[in-house]
């Protein structure tokens, strides 16, 4: 017994020795590789050496537009993206709610509301006791031609929290990389923009010109105020806005347009852009964002800013941000299914095919990195779900905060406790609340119990239940949860049946909720350094900053909580100059 034991503390204590001095030989030859790399200077290189990126942004861009159309788009704009390129196909907002300005800041930021704050188009200020533009600024003022204006409340990022990829584009190379961006809507080109670009500018209607706030500089550069001179909408007045393809192409949309589905251009094909006036005027400003020609404009615009700018035009990489606002105009007109989305998508792939083929003459879209992605999409018109058998509908906005002001009433007497209705979320007068020694928790269960009630409403989630982490698991409370922010959410979260939503004016059509046909968007790469194909894993507009990151080698948003997307191409390590 006593050998036995011998010979194993014999045999255990050989083991220890070949592997102590395996471990050494393993350090050894770690330290010798290390070593050579460092004599030889190597390092990982970054993946593209693109000079420019771009992202383009589509308002209310469904990705089920680019299968239904594929077949009518032409070989330079969407389809080339789509082939050349990495076509991500199942991208999905991970947050709710899915409007403008939550998906413009998801793009740049890589976030969610619950991270970036921007938690819709619109807040509830409860310390002002009022709703406000989640981009005003009532320090800012705005910036024309002529100079900054007297009225306050211009737009800025200040709401914004965290960086965009602009803005660690900017860091990285001690802000040598400029960062420009542009689109009709000011929300879309602030978020966009970042903490400190070298400009942001919007479409202002009053004056027909692109404008933008102090908060970025004190005088327009002079290449937009040359723009806004030269460059003008009038040169579309009495333009005629008919269908591109013959009249074939347009069977797989609606047939004709129903009653609630018109603007100020009217009904049905053929419209002529006079906004119902004899002459020029703000009728005629407002209906000509409503058409594609104002995309074109846009785009234009654009241009002269890659020129202007000199975007691409050294070795630190530019960043140009372009959002088409048009599409969402028209969308809430007349719907996903109707004649003018189809046409204003055939018209946007040609505006989208010049302008690549521009950024090709100017910088080469080998030197390019390319994405192409939505803010959100959009839900059917519910009187044409309900044409086709299926179940739809509209929910009265004033109905709905009727039945939650009384049932609180009824409970704790007094009257008017919804503060506000904004972001499908119900805020309550809190101190009312405090003035009647009411248990929040409570408030919260009856108001959310009224609000069921109505035809339409499915289910809510309370803010007791959602800070205290009582949710049910599900996609949907989490993406409740991802677009919860502390500060400048509600108390009661609302949660519509699909293709029901609360009437937003006289809009034929909105978006905003968790559903598929709001939060599923087309997600395109293309260019310096992405490797092609077609994917189908799941993914979200979230994830294209950290992947825009990885590709320039530079660190990601500050709140990022996108991945970096498995599309990019591999690069042998070079030598350090």
């Not at 047939?255 to 094909?269: C, D, K, T, V």
């Not at 910088?363 to 959009?378: E, F, K, R, W």
Request: hydrophobic share 40%; proline share 6%; net charge neutral.
């Amino acid at each position: 017994m006593a050998n036995g034991k011998r010979r194993l503390l014999a045999v255990v204590f050989i083991l220890i020795l070949v592997l102590s001095e395996f471990a050494a030989a393993l350090g050894q030859a770690r330290r010798q590789s290390g070593a050579a790399a460092i004599s030889h200077g190597a390092e990982a290189a970054p993946a593209s050496s693109a000079k420019l990126v771009v992202v383009i942004v589509i308002d209310q861009f469904r990705y089920d537009f680019l299968e239904r159309f594929n077949d009518l788009f032409g070989p330079g704009g969407f389809r080339r993206l789509m082939t050349e390129g990495a076509f991500l196909t199942n991208a999905n907002f991970d947050y709710v709610p899915t409007y403008t300005a939550p998906g413009h800041a998801a793009v740049f930021t890589g976030s969610v509301p619950a991270q970036n704050g921007i938690v819709g188009n619109a807040w509830y200020d409860r310390e002002a006791g009022r709703v406000r533009a989640i981009v005003s600024d009532s320090s800012a003022r705005v910036v024309k031609s002529a100079g900054p204006t007297g009225d306050p409340g211009a737009p800025s990022p200040r709401s914004l929290v965290g960086t965009t990829i602009g803005d660690q584009m900017r860091l990285a190379t001690n802000l040598r990389s400029k960062v420009v961006a542009v689109s009709l809507k000011d929300r879309a080109a602030v978020l966009p923009g970042g903490q400190r670009p070298n400009g942001a500018y919007w479409f202002d209607a009053a004056s027909a010109t692109f404008v933008t706030s102090d908060y970025y500089t004190k005088e327009l550069p002079a290449w937009v105020k040359r723009f806004n001179e030269t460059e003008r909408p009038e040169k579309y007045f009495g333009a005629r806005w008919d269908r591109l393809a013959p009249a074939a192409a347009y069977t797989r949309s609606q047939a004709a347009n129903l009653p609630n589905q018109q603007s100020l251009l009217g009904r049905g094909f053929p419209y002529t852009i006079t906004g119902g006036e004899e002459k020029i005027g703000p009728k005629f400003y407002a209906a000509f964002e409503l058409t594609p020609f104002a995309s074109e404009f846009l785009a234009n615009f654009a241009r002269a800013a890659v020129e202007a700018e000199s975007l691409g035009a050294d070795q630190f990489p530019d960043l140009l941000s372009i959002s088409f606002s048009t599409p969402d105009l028209i969308g809430h007109s007349y719907g996903p299914d109707s004649q003018e989305v189809e046409d204003t998508y055939l018209r946007l792939d040609g505006v989208i095919a010049d302008l690549l083929s521009h950024i090709d003459r100017r910088v080469g879209l080998q030197n390019t990195v390319i994405a192409l992605t939505a803010d959100h999409g959009a839900s059917p018109v519910p009187e044409y779900v309900r044409s086709l058998g299926m179940d739809g509908g509209r929910i009265s906005g004033r109905d709905l905060t009727d039945a939650v002001n009384e049932a609180l009433a009824a409970r704790y007497g007094g009257e008017r406790w919804v503060a506000a209705f904004v972001n499908d979320q119900l805020h309550l007068d809190r101190k009312m609340m405090a003035e009647r020694k009411v248990d929040p928790g409570e408030a919260e269960r009856i108001a959310g119990e009224a609000a069921l009630s109505l035809p339409g409403i499915v289910n809510y989630f309370t803010r007791t239940q959602i800070l205290e982490g009582r949710l049910p698991q599900g996609p949907l409370t989490h993406r409740v949860m991802n677009g919860f922010n502390r500060l400048r959410s509600g108390d009661v979260w609302l949660v519509t049946k699909p293709f029901a939503f609360v009437t937003e004016g006289n809009l034929a059509t909105t978006h905003g909720s968790g559903y598929s046909y709001d939060t599923h968007v087309p997600v395109i790469l293309f260019g310096s350094g992405v490797r092609k194909g077609r994917y189908y894993f799941p993914c979200s507009p979230s994830d294209i900053a950290p992947t825009l990151a990885a590709l320039l080698g530079i660190e990601p948003p500050s709140n990022q909580v996108g991945h970096v997307l498995p599309v990019i191409e591999d690069r042998p390590a070079r030598a350090r100059r």
